[in-house]
C-alpha cells in the first residue's frame, strides 16, 4: 500500500516537473514573440544600426552571427568527426585514449569565458589574427567541439559491427569500410548531437567578446579577418549600455526574436536532414 | 616423361585441395581456441564443420579469410595455404585474400543502401566504376543467388525490406559479386524459417563445383544432405574429416559417432 502510495507521489512530482519545464519554454518563446514580433520589419532586419544601435536595423549582427556558425561548424564539425572516428575506430584503450577521454570531459565543463580569454591569448593575440570572424570561430569551435566528439562517437557506437564485418569480409580497406559504410549510417546523429552544440555556439556572448564581437560596426564584413557584430552580443549592448531602456525594449525584443529564430532554425535544419537520412539507413 | 616403375598413379577420386590447413593453432589472448587442426579442404566441393556449440566452427573459419585479424589480441601458428599461398605470410594482402575468399554470416547483414548498392559494393570498392558494367555484375550476382526473380523490379528499395531469407541470399549475391573462389558460410541459415533454410541448402547446391564452399551448421541432417565432406570439431581439436557418408555412416572414432547419434552436444 505505502508502496503504491510513493509511487504515485513520484509520478506525480515528475509529471509536473515535466510540465513546467514546458511551461517555461513555452512562456519564453511566447513572451520573446509577443513583444519581439511588432518590432520586426524589413528595414529592422536589413538596415545598418543608427544612433548607436538605438535605431535603425541589426543586419550587421545577423550576418555576423550567421558567419560565426558557418566558420564554428566548417572547424569543429570536421575536427569533433574525425576525434570520433580515431577514439571509436582506430585507437586501443590505453592510458593515452584514457587521457583523451578526460581532457574532452574537462574541456565540456570549463565556463564559456575561460574560452573567451583563452580564444584572446591564442587566436587573437599569440597567432595574431586580431579580434576577427577567424578568431571567434575557432574559439566558439574549442568550446563546441567537446560535444560534436561525444555526439559523434555515441553515433558511430550505434552502427552495429556487422556492417564492418560485412564490409571488412568483401575485400574493403579499414578507411574504406569506415568511409562508405559507417559514416553514412552514423552522421544522421552526429548531426543530431551536434545540433546542440552548434545552437549553443550561436547564442553564446562571452567567448565572442574578446575574439571578435564588435560594439557598433555598420558594415557588413568583407573578409574573415574582419570584426562582425553578432546578436548575443548586441542584445547584451542594448540590454546593459544604453541609458533610455523604455524607449529601446523593442530593439531589445526584436534583436532576442531573430536569435531565437536562427537558433531553432539551425535546429530545425538539422532536425529535417537527419530525418532524411534516418530513413534512407534504418537498420 | 614417361614414369615407371613404383609411382603412384593419380587416384580418380583424388580432389584437387584449395585450402590446406597445417597444425593450426589460434588464441584469444591466452585462451587456445584451435589446437593443432590439419585439414585439405577439396576444391569445388561443399564442406561441412560440424561439432557442439563453442567447440571453434566459428573461429576455424575466421581464420581462412583472416577474419579474426580484426580482433585484438589474437594470434595465429601454424599454416593455412590457400591456392599454393600461405594466407598469413607477412607479404600477402589481407585485401585481395578477402576477394579471393567471400563471408556469408550467421545473421543476415544487408547494408541499409538499396538492393543494387548491396551487392555493387563490392565491385566498386574493388574500383570497377563502370554502370553497365555494375549492373551486369548486380543482375549476374542476384541470379546466382537465385533472388533475381523476387527483386528485378524493385533495386532501388532497401536490402532491409526484403525477408530474412532474401536479405541472406542477398549477401550471398553480394558476396559473389567480387567474384571469389572460396565461400565461408557460418551457420547461414540458422536464423531463418525451414522454407527458406531449404532455399539456401538449393543454392549451396547450384553454387557447389564453381565454388569451394566451407559451411558451418549445427544441424547433422543439413551437414548430411548439403556437404560432401564433414569435419567434426570437439573442444578446439579436429577430431575427424572424411567423406560426409562416410562420416555420417562408419565414422572412425566414438566421439563423432556419439555426437551423429545425437548422444551428446
Ligand atoms: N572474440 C572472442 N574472444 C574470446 N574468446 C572467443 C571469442 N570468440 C569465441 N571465443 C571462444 O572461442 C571458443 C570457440 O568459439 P566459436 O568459434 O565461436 O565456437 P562455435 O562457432 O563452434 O560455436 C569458445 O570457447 C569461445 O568462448
Ligand atoms: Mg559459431
Known amino acids: 500500500m ?27 518563446i511566447f513572451d520573446i514573440v509577443i513583444k519581439g514580433l511588432p518590432a520586426i520589419s ?32 566548417a572547424i569543429a564539425l570536421p575536427l569533433g568527426i574525425a576525434s570520433a572516428i580515431y577514439l571509436n575506430e582506430y585507437s586501443k584503450p590505453s592510458t593515452f585514449t584514457r587521457m583523451i577521454r578526460l581532457g574532452i570531459s574537462t574541456l565540456a565543463g570549463v565556463p564559456s569565458i575561460v ?53 571488412l569480409a568483401l575485400g574493403a580497406t579499414k578507411w574504406q569500410t569506415i568511409y562508405k559504410n559507417v559514416l553514412p549510417y552514423a552522421l544522421p546523429g552526429m548531426l543530431t548531437g551536434s545540433i546542440l552544440g552548434i545552437g549553443r555556439a550561436a547564442g553564446e556572448t562571452a567567448p565572442i567578446i574578446f575574439t571578435v564581437a564588435a560594439t557598433l560596426l555598420p558594415r557588413l564584413p568583407r573578409s574573415i579577418f574582419d570584426q562582425v557584430m553578432a546578436l548575443p552580443y548586441h542584445l547584451y549592448m542594448l540590454a546593459t549600455q544604453m541609458p533610455n531602456q523604455t524607449t529601446i525594449k523593442p530593439m531589445q525584443y526584436g534583436t532576442a526574436f531573430v536569435l531565437l529564430v536562427i537558433v531553432l532554425g539551425v535546429d530545425v535544419v538539422a532536425i529535417i536532414f537527419r530525418s532524411r537520412l534516418r530513413r534512407k539507413n534504418k537498420w | 616423361m614417361v614414369m ?79 591456392q599454393s599461398k600461405d594466407i598469413y605470410a607477412p607479404n600477402i ?9 567471400g563471408m556469408v554470416f550467421q545473421k543476415p547483414n544487408p547494408f541499409p543502401k538499396s538492393i543494387f548498392e548491396n551487392v555493387a559494393y563490392g565491385p566498386r570498392i574493388h574500383g ?15 541470379v546466382r543467388a537465385a533472388i533475381w526473380d523476387e527483386v528485378k523490379d524493385r533495386l532501388h528499395i532497401s536490402g532491409l525490406e526484403l525477408s530474412g531469407g532474401q536479405q541472406q541470399r542477398l549477401c ?6 567480387v567474384d571469389p573462389d572460396i565461400l565461408l558460410m557460418d551457420e547461414p541459415a540458422s536464423a531463418l524459417d525451414p522454407r527458406s533454410t531449404q532455399r539456401i541448402e538449393d543454392l549451396i547446391a547450384e553454387l557447389r563445383g564453381d565454388y ?46 556419439d555426437y551423429i547419434t545425437g548422444r551428446f552436444g
Not at chain 2, 38 to 45: A, I, L, N, R, Y
Open chain 1, 2 to 28: 505505502a508502496k503504491k502510495k510513493t509511487e504515485k507521489i513520484v509520478y506525480g512530482v515528475i509529471w509536473f516537473v515535466t510540465y513546467l519545464v514546458v511551461f517555461m519554454v513555452g512562456y519564453i
Open chain 1, 42 to 73: 524589413w528595414g529592422f532586419l536589413t538596415q545598418m544600426p543608427a544612433k548607436s544601435g538605438s535605431q535603425g536595423g541589426i543586419l550587421p549582427a545577423i550576418v555576423g552571427t550567421f558567419y560565426l556558425v558557418i566558420g564554428t561548424v
Open chain 1, 115 to 167: 574560452f573567451g580569454l583563452f580564444g584572446m591569448g591564442l587566436f587573437v593575440l599569440a597567432l595574431g589574427f586580431g579580434k576577427s570572424i577567424l578568431a571567434g570561430s575557432l574559439t566558439l569551435a574549442c568550446m563546441v567541439l567537446p560535444t560534436i566528439i561525444v555526439a559523434s562517437e555515441e553515433a558511430l557506437k550505434a552502427v552495429p559491427d556487422s556492417m564492418r564485418e560485412g564490409s
Open chain 2, 4 to 82: 615407371i616403375g613404383n609411382q603412384t598413379p593419380p587416384q580418380i577420386d583424388e580432389p584437387e585441395i584449395e585450402i590446406d590447413v597445417q597444425n593450426l593453432d589460434f588464441y584469444y589472448g591466452k585462451h587456445q581456441a584451435l589446437h593443432d587442426i590439419c585439414m585439405s579442404v577439396p576444391k569445388g566441393m561443399v564442406t561441412a564443420l560440424i561439432g557442439p556449440s563453442g567447440c571453434g566452427k566459428s573461429t576455424f573459419l575466421r581464420t581462412l579469410n583472416r577474419m579474426n585479424d580484426i580482433i585484438g589480441g589474437t594470434r595465429v601458428e601454424g599454416k593455412i595455404v590457400i
Open chain 2, 93 to 101: 594482402d589481407v585485401v585481395m585474400l578477402r576477394k579471393r575468399v
Open chain 2, 128 to 142: 570497377i566504376k563502370n554502370r553497365a558494367q555494375l549492373q551486369e555484375i548486380v543482375e549476374r550476382s542476384l
Open chain 2, 172 to 177: 550471398i549475391a553480394r558476396a559473389l559479386a
Open chain 2, 212 to 257: 569451394t564452399i566451407v559451411i558451418v551448421t549445427h544441424n547433422m541432417q543439413q551437414a548430411a544432405r548439403v556437404s560432401d565432406y564433414t569435419a567434426f570439431f570437439y573442444e578446439g581439436h579436429l577430431i575427424e574429416f572424411g567423406k560426409t557418408e562416410r562420416i555420417f555412416t562408419k565414422p572412425n572414432n566414438k566421439q563423432t559417432e
